[in-house]
């Protein structure tokens, strides 16, 4: 199951777990606190990172570039309708349980929001 983010992907957890069903595969986005809990104890699959400062960053020189006159940069494009819309895209990364704790080392998430109470022992 995809869901548009992880706060989705935590309600449809929650369901889960209050109807007493199995994890299914599911999906977030986001990077948030609990999805990483729900990660770590097996009820969510995974979720995509997208780290803020590169998007910030992007979004500025974008914005720079407009009151300059100038196009910003790009290195695609979308279709809107027929269209070909430019677009700048930007990586994302899959976190998973095998690489959750580099949320850690660059200061995205603390441990202390994610390993803590009924999640600690996964940490």
């Known amino acids: ?7 989705i992907a935590g309600a449809v957890i929650a369901d889960e777990k209050a109807k007493g069903l199995k994890p299914v595969p599911i999906s977030g986005q986001d990077a948030t606190a609990q999805g990483i809990q729900y990660i770590l104890a097996g009820w969510q699959t995974g979720t995509v990172f997208k780290y803020v400062p590169l998007e910030a960053n992007a979004a500025a020189a974008a914005a720079v570039a407009l009151l300059n006159g100038k196009k910003p940069v ?12 430019p677009t700048q895209t930007l990586p994302v990364e899959w976190i998973t349980k095998s690489n959750y704790s580099q ?5 995205f998430l603390k441990k202390s929001e994610v390993c803590i109470g009924a999640y600690a022992k996964y940490c």
């Open 74 to 85: 790009t290195n695609t494009f979308r279709l809107n309708g027929s269209k070909h819309e």
């Open 103 to 107: 949320l850690f080392k660059i200061g």
């Open 1 to 7: 199951m995809l869901a548009a983010n992880d706060n």
